[in-house]
């Protein structure tokens, strides 16, 4: 009591001093714990960033988040050991921090699925960036992948922003994901015309092509028997980087051969049939 009354007499700056007298060992031991801890959190942080980027399994953007959270999480380590380094009950601290991430998680609840979708993306890997994809109505190449969107980039050149979890949620079309891709052409001639020659002609345009692949060899085949002509298929496998162009050629060129063979491609046709009342 004597001892808290002739405290109590100081000055402030006294009563510091006091106290740092009185508590410079806990100073001492915490500002130890502090730096050797984040120190340690730091390199601990650094070597799993390290290791995860040899890897080579994850992403880059992966590897950079989990080390990012690991690092996070030791730091939260360090503050509480510096804290019972100072005899501050954590226990409450704790559970107000818990408390507080909870309600930060349900107010941030739709960024938080971003995120979560994002993270499945990198992982997943269901598209990189320069691949063309189809989601929903969407289709486009892939720009840059984040945390919360994804920024895509149209045929047309107009910009789409994409949230993580809208792209995650629906099928995703990967049209550069396999080496080879089938391209099919459909040709209607007039019923009077050969089918076999069309066929041939056919054949012969995709054979002469160096660009299709002769495993699967390409086939031809009736496929419909329309209103007013018959409709011959053509299927042909190429290297996924020709598809585009070939399939613009081999239209152009089946137009060119059937015309100059005097294979029809007859217009849409009807019969009306007028009765006398």
């Known amino acids: 009591m004597t001892l808290d009354k002739d405290i109590a007499a100081l000055t402030i700056p006294e009563q510091i ?6 508590n410079m060992m806990d100073i001492a031991g915490g500002i130890a714990v502090l730096v050797i801890g984040l120190l340690l959190a730091s390199l601990i942080a650094g070597s799993i960033s390290r290791m995860l980027h040899k890897s080579g399994r994850l992403d880059p953007s992966v590897a950079s988040l989990l080390s990012s959270l690991v690092k996070y999480a030791l730091w939260v380590l360090v503050g509480v050991t510096v804290l019972t380094q100072f005899g501050v009950e954590t226990t409450s601290i704790i ?5 507080m991430a909870l309600a ?3 107010a941030l609840q739709g960024t938080l699925s971003n995120v979560a979708s994002g993270v499945m993306i990198l992982v997943q890997k269901p598209f990189k960036v320069g691949e063309t994809i189809s989601v929903g109505s969407i289709l486009a190449t892939v720009q840059e992948i984040g945390l919360f969107t994804t920024e895509l980039k149209q045929p047309d050149g107009l910009f789409v ?5 809208e792209l995650w949620n629906q099928p995703i079309i990967n049209f ?3 080496p080879v891709r089938r391209f099919e ?4 001639i007039g019923y009077g015309d050969s089918m076999e020659q069309a066929r041939k002609e056919l054949l012969a345009l995709a054979e002469a ?7 699967p060899a390409p086939v031809a085949y009736v496929a419909s028997l329309d209103d007013s002509s018959v409709g011959i298929g053509m299927r042909v496998w190429c290297a996924t980087p020709d598809y ?4 613009w050629d081999l239209t152009e060129a089946a137009k060119a051969k059937f015309d100059e063979k005097g294979i029809s491609i007859p217009f849409p046709q009807r019969e009306v049939t007028t009765r006398a009342a």
């Open 176 to 178: 550069n994901r396999h």
């Open 95 to 99: 559970a107000a921090l818990g408390g």
């Open 209 to 215: 092509d160096d660009r299709v692949l002769a495993d």
């Open 185 to 188: 052409l459909v040709v209607g």
């Open 17 to 22: 001093f006091v106290w740092l007298r009185v």
């Open 161 to 165: 922003m994409i949230p993580n979890n």
């Open 244 to 247: 585009l162009g070939l399939t």
């Open 104 to 106: 930060v998680g349900l």
